[in-house]
């Protein structure tokens, strides 16, 4: 037992700053020893790139969205926004700038690559579940399945809302039609 104890001693101070006084006997041992320290070296030098980079990582964002809304903050007071109605909008906007959102299909740049017919088939399976729904496209798709795929994909596209965003306002002119999905 004092061997295997002794032997995973000597094993954590390689890889740690601790030191113990078993020393290499012979060659073969030192170069052993040598090729475990550069080890430790290397693996916790890699951890904590890695976590330095995580954090520093966290910090940028963090310290993006504040800069945001320091901006939003004097802008508000600047313009004499009253307390309520500034609050409010903090509240908006906060919330806007730390949710994430899906990412869309416009949102991929690697999407304009894509020929018609194949952006055309992308767009289909994407939206076929929710569209179909519908009586009048699915018998449209039934009729004629190419020229369906062809108005959908001149016709949809995709967006995202959060809860508390007004879509249609009182008098105003409808210009899209939306369908929802929770």
């Excluded at 006084?21 to 890699?46: D, K, T, W, Y």
């Excluded at 519908?134 to 798709?141: A, K, M, R, V």
């Excluded at 020229?147 to 002119?173: A, H, M, Q, T, Y």
Aim: hydrophobic letters at 45%.
């Amino acid at each position: 037992l004092f061997q295997y104890t002794t032997a995973y001693h000597w094993a954590l101070t390689q890889m740690t700053p601790g030191s113990m006084q078993v020393v290499p006997r012979n060659s073969a041992e030192r170069i052993f020893n040598i090729l475990s320290l550069i080890f430790g070296m290397l693996f916790f030098s890699g951890l904590v790139s890695s976590l330095s980079a995580s954090i520093m990582g966290v910090r940028m964002r963090s310290s993006e969205t504040n800069a945001k809304m320091a901006e939003l903050r004097r802008f508000l007071r600047q313009s004499g926004i009253g307390s309520s109605l500034s609050l409010s909008v903090q509240k908006h906007v906060h919330e806007r700038l730390t949710t994430s959102k899906p990412l869309l299909f416009t949102d991929v740049s690697a999407m304009e690559v894509l020929s018609q017919s194949m952006r055309a088939e992308l767009i289909f399976q994407l939206c076929h579940p929710h569209i179909l729904k519908h009586g009048l496209f699915h018998s449209f798709q039934i009729l004629d399945k190419d020229k369906f795929k062809e108005v959908l994909e001149g016709c949809i596209d995709f967006c995202f809302f959060n809860g508390s965003d007004v879509l249609f306002r009182p008098g105003e002119l409808a210009t899209h039609a939306l369908r929802g999905e929770w």
